[in-house]
C-alpha cells in the first residue's frame, strides 16, 4: 500500500468514526422521546416497550386464521429469570379504529411445562393492522405491544 492509499483510508475512517460519534450525539442528546407512527395518544405517561420496566416482555401475535389471534408473551424478570404466576392479560386494538371494537383484558395462561410463558387467543371482529397489547399486572407492572396484520380468511 503506498502512502497515499494509507492516507486516503486513513482520513476515511477517521471521518467514518466522526460521523458515527456525531450520530450517537445526535440520538443520546435528542430531549424529544421519539414518538411511534402509530401515535399511542391514549396512553402517553405509559414507557416505550421494555425499557426501565421491572419485567421484561416478548410479545408474539399470529393469525391463525378465520380472524382468531394467538398470543404468546414470554415474561421476565429484570435480571432476565422466567416470572412464574404472574398476572398476565391481553388487549387487542385495530389500529385504524382505535376503541370502536377493543378486545379485553383477556387473561394470559400459563403454558404448561414452560415457565413464565402465557398465551391467549382472541377472536377480533375484522380484517385490519391490530394492536396487540400485554399487561403484566402482577406481581410487577409491565406492558408490551406488538402489531398484528390480521388478514381476512
Ligand atoms: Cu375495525
Known sequence: MTFRHGFLYGTAAGLTAALVIALIAFFVTDPVPAVSAGGQTRSPAA??????????????????????V????????????PLSR????????MVAMPMAHR???IPMKEVAGKPGQYAA???V?????YDIQIS???????EAHTRLDVGAG
Not at 414507557?47 to 382468531?68: E, N, T, W, Y
Open 70 to 81: 394467538e398470543v404468546t408473551a414470554r415474561v421476565s424478570t429484570k435480571t432476565y429469570d
Open 125 to 129: 371482529p375484522m380484517a385490519g393492522e
Open 47 to 68: 414507557p416505550s416497550a421494555g425499557a426501565g420496566l421491572p419485567v421484561g416482555i416478548d410479545v408474539k401475535a399470529r393469525h391463525r386464521g378465520s380472524l382468531k
Open 86 to 93: 404472574a398476572g398476565v392479560v391481553m388487549y387487542a386494538d
Open 136 to 142: 403484566v399486572q402482577r406481581p410487577l407492572p409491565g
Open 103 to 105: 378486545l379485553g383484558p
Open 121 to 123: 387467543e382472541a377472536q
